[in-house]
């Protein structure tokens, strides 16, 4: 098996997708990062960065040692996921449900710039109007929060509440002097089940 990738990879700016269709983009100002003249192609001079057209791998092994020794983030960028289980409310019957949440943060400190890209459905998730509404305020944010199996969208309940929980929870483990506003979150899952804030 060959693996290979063509296109040029860099961690110029860190974006966090979702199916409730919502993006969130840091771009750091730096003048070592630049975006070339292609749409898709982002290009680094940050060394330890992987090359601009990455080489042929005999085995899966050798590119993910590759991408181990080559690839980290941006300065002022750590990630972290966490893995639990929860039980749906909606569907006891499923028993234990695996759930995984990752954590964006800014180390060095909120941004005051950032922008966002939200769904323009009729019926948003109720992360995307938590985001909406940090937009509209200008808030500085400091992190992201991203979980999966459930997407918090016409959840049955109080999904903004369960939101807000969530964004509360990171922004006090993570010590941020902004709190939970400081905070974004984003869900990918099941629709109509409420977000298991406490799992």
Same mark, same amino acid.
Not at 3 to 20: D, G, N, Q
Not at 21 to 40: D, L
Not at 163 to 178: D, H, I, P, R
């Given at each position: 098996?060959?693996?290979?990738?063509?296109?040029?990879?860099?961690?110029?700016?860190?974006?966090?997708?979702?199916?409730?269709?919502?993006?969130?983009?840091?771009?750091?100002?730096?003048?070592?990062?630049?975006?070339?003249?292609?749409?898709?192609?982002?290009?680094?001079?940050?060394?330890? @960065?992987?090359?601009?057209?990455?080489?042929?791998?005999?085995?899966? @092994?050798?590119?993910?040692?590759?991408?181990?020794?080559?690839?980290?983030?941006? @300065?002022?960028?750590?990630?972290?996921?966490?893995?639990?289980?929860?039980?749906?409310?909606?569907?006891?019957?499923?028993?234990?449900?695996?759930?995984?949440?990752?954590?964006?943060?800014?180390?060095?400190?909120?941004?005051?710039?950032?922008?966002?890209?939200?769904?323009?459905?009729?019926?948003?998730?109720?992360?995307?109007?938590?985001?909406?509404?940090?937009?509209?305020?200008?808030?500085?944010?400091?992190?992201?929060?991203?979980?999966?199996?459930?997407?918090?969208?016409?959840?049955?309940? @109080?999904?903004?509440?369960?939101?807000?929980?969530?964004?509360?929870?990171?922004?006090?483990?993570?010590?941020?002097?902004?709190?939970?506003?400081?905070?974004?979150?984003?869900?990918?899952?099941?629709?109509?089940?409420?977000?298991?804030?406490?799992?």
């Amino acid at each position: 098996m060959m693996f290979k990738k063509t296109i040029p990879l860099a961690l110029a700016s860190v974006v966090a997708l979702s199916a409730s269709s919502s993006a969130v983009a840091f771009i750091p100002q730096t003048s070592s990062s630049i975006i070339s003249n292609h749409p898709i192609a982002l290009r680094s001079t940050i060394e330890g @960065d992987t090359d601009a057209i990455l080489p042929a791998f005999e085995t899966k @092994d050798e590119y993910t040692a590759y991408l181990q020794k080559a690839g980290k983030l941006p @300065d002022g960028f750590a990630v972290g996921t966490a893995k639990g289980t929860f039980v749906s409310v909606e569907a006891p019957a499923l028993g234990p449900l695996p759930i995984k949440a990752t954590v964006i943060h800014l180390t060095e400190g909120p941004a005051e710039s950032w922008a966002a890209v939200f769904t323009s459905n009729r019926f948003p998730g109720c992360p995307v109007k938590v985001g909406k509404a940090r937009l509209a305020e200008g808030k500085s944010i400091q992190a992201l929060v991203i979980n999966n199996k459930v997407s918090n969208v016409c959840p049955g309940g @109080d999904g903004v509440a369960a939101a807000e929980s969530v964004c509360a929870a990171v922004a006090e483990k993570l010590n941020l002097a902004g709190g939970a506003s400081s905070v974004i979150p984003s869900s990918t899952g099941v629709i109509g089940w409420g977000l298991p804030a406490k799992e």
